[in-house]
């Protein structure tokens, strides 16, 4: 069974570009989270999709940060427009069922984001 | 708001040495508490989860336990290997939290040398 997968696995791009990055869980995983973590710091939660919806988006920095999950399969992560302090590595994780705090996340490798 | 602490590193120990990590929390209600590892260059992968007070985790030779009297929850092995050097994640989820989002730790980074 493949594993969670992220793309691409490095990321450098120009303060004020748009950078997209991509998910794709676990199959038959409903429970779709992204993370981060910031030099130095812990990694952080954005948000958490039950399928296509988003059951909470508590975590999200700011409005220049849209993420999608359409049909409720891959998800995306789009940046717009980066910011220096945007740059770090990006953790994408699936989880099945119908979601509880006892549940196993599983993780992609991540995205490494680095901002200029 | 849930929180979590553990010992910074890095570490550094010897092979067949003794490890522990310490971590603490902070949490509404009754978390789950999850050890994450990563090894060089990889993902986190879950390494052990204890859902109940009392519960012992375990795999790989490591080891928590689920404290609440303390709100720990230390990881430990007896013996480590040179195969164990990464970085070690403590974690929670709330179900008080509306989404079950995982609260981390910074991170222990762990070196064992031969």
């Known amino acids: 069974e493949a594993g969670v997968t992220q793309f691409p696995s490095h990321s450098v791009i120009e303060k004020g570009q748009t950078v997209t990055l991509r998910c794709d869980p676990i199959s038959g995983h409903d429970n779709l989270y992204w993370y981060r973590r910031v030099m130095g710091k812990e990694i952080k939660f954005l948000l958490h999709?039950?399928?296509?919806?988003?059951?909470?988006e508590s975590g999200m920095p700011n409005n220049r940060f849209l993420a999608e999950r359409t049909g409720g399969t891959y998800s995306t992560l789009k940046v717009q427009p980066a910011e220096l302090e945007d740059s770090g590595v990006y953790f994408c994780?699936?989880?099945?069922?119908?979601?509880?705090?006892?549940?196993?996340?599983?993780f992609g490798p991540g995205t490494r984001l680095t901002v200029l | 708001g849930n929180s979590v602490t553990q010992m910074e590193g890095p570490v550094t120990l010897s092979e067949e040495a003794f490890l522990t990590i310490n971590c603490t929390y902070t949490a509404t209600g009754y978390p789950s508490l999850f050890w994450y590892v990563q090894y060089p260059g990889e993902g986190l992968q879950l390494l052990l989860k204890?859902?109940?007070?009392?519960d012992k985790g375990s795999n790989k030779g490591f080891e928590a336990t689920y404290r609440k009297e303390t709100t720990s929850f230390h990881l430990e092995k007896g013996s480590v290997q040179v195969s164990d050097s990464a970085v070690y994640f403590c974690?929670?989820?709330?179900?008080?939290?509306?989404?079950?989002?995982?609260?981390f730790g910074k991170g222990t980074k762990l070196s064992v040398i031969p």
């Open positions: 994780a699936s989880s099945p069922g119908q979601g509880a705090s006892t549940d196993t996340q599983y």
């Open positions: 974690a929670l989820t709330s179900p008080y939290a509306g989404s079950y989002q995982l609260t």
């Open positions: 999709f039950v399928k296509e919806s988003k059951q909470d």
């Open positions: 204890a859902t109940k007070a009392d």
